[in-house]
T-cell receptor, first 115, second 112 residues
Framework: DTGVSQDPRHKITKRGQNVTFRCDPI?????LYWYRQTLGQGPEFLTY????????KSRLLSDRFSAERPKGSFSTLEIQRTEQGDSAMYLC?????????????FGNGTRLTVT | GNSVTQMEGPVTLSEEAFLTINCTYT??????LFWYVQYPGEGLQLLLK?????DKGSNKGFEATYRKETTSFHLEKGSVQVSDSAVYFC???????????FGKGTKLTVNP
């Protein structure tokens, strides 16, 4: 169990640029989640995959955001035409069951700064 | 909608002091309740949970009881250690939902 890994750890980009983050979940976990955390706030749910299917998306996930999980393994989160309001920590988590039954394992996150 | 309210931090205690971090919730259904903890330099991890009213979750000396009548899930520990210094998040998940709703977090610092 190597844990959930996220890449990169930090990303600084200029407003209007596109960015992509990667998450590698724990290998036997079929569920993968993306959360966003801003300073002084708790994580906020963005989207969730079960295997390769994206089953739920938050209203926070505007049209500029897209997430994929090809083949049900790693996932990518892309933000197009970044805005300063996108600056946040983006957290990935994985589990093998619903939150009621199985703990979420979080990565250390990707910190995005939009200048 | 569902929400979680935690006591404001930061909280600073001396080693062996008693800890309480208050958490109250608003939910439309019958949620499960959780405490997640984030140690410095690490990702969030589950500390304890309770899935129905009057359940008590416990782990590493921490306890929290699901109180439906007061919609609360307060975290307690009788004697904190320096190694308990971390940020603690209260969270809920509605029955059947994959989504966790988190509070803002409470930073705890324990001094020797």
């Amino acid at each position: 169990d190597t844990g959930v890994s996220q890449d990169p750890r930090h990303k600084i980009t200029k407003r209007g640029q596109n960015v992509t983050f990667r998450c590698d979940p724990i290998s036997e976990h079929n569920r993968l989640y993306w959360y966003r955390q801003t300073l002084g706030q708790g994580p906020e749910f963005l989207t969730y995959f079960q295997n390769e299917a994206q089953l739920e998306k938050s209203r926070l996930l505007s049209d500029r955001f897209s997430a994929e999980r090809p083949k049900g393994s790693f996932s990518t989160l892309e933000i197009q035409r970044t805005e300063q309001g996108d600056s946040a920590m983006y957290l990935c988590a994985s589990s093998y069951g619903t939150p009621h039954l199985s703990p979420l394992h979080f990565g250390n996150g990707t910190r995005l700064t939009v200048t | 909608g569902n929400s979680v309210t935690q006591m404001e931090g930061p909280v600073t205690l001396s080693e062996e002091a008693f800890l309480t971090i208050n958490c109250t919730y608003t939910a439309t259904g019958y949620p499960s309740l959780f405490w997640y903890v984030q140690y410095p330099g690490e990702g969030l991890q589950l500390l304890l949970k309770a899935t129905k009213a009057d359940d008590k979750g416990s782990n590493k000396g921490f306890e929290a009881t699901y109180r439906k009548e007061t919609t609360s899930f307060h975290l307690e520990k009788g004697s904190v250690q320096v190694s308990d210094s971390a940020v603690y998040f209260c969270a809920l998940s509605d029955d059947g939902s994959e989504k966790l709703v988190f509070g803002k977090g409470t930073k705890l610092t324990v001094n020797p």
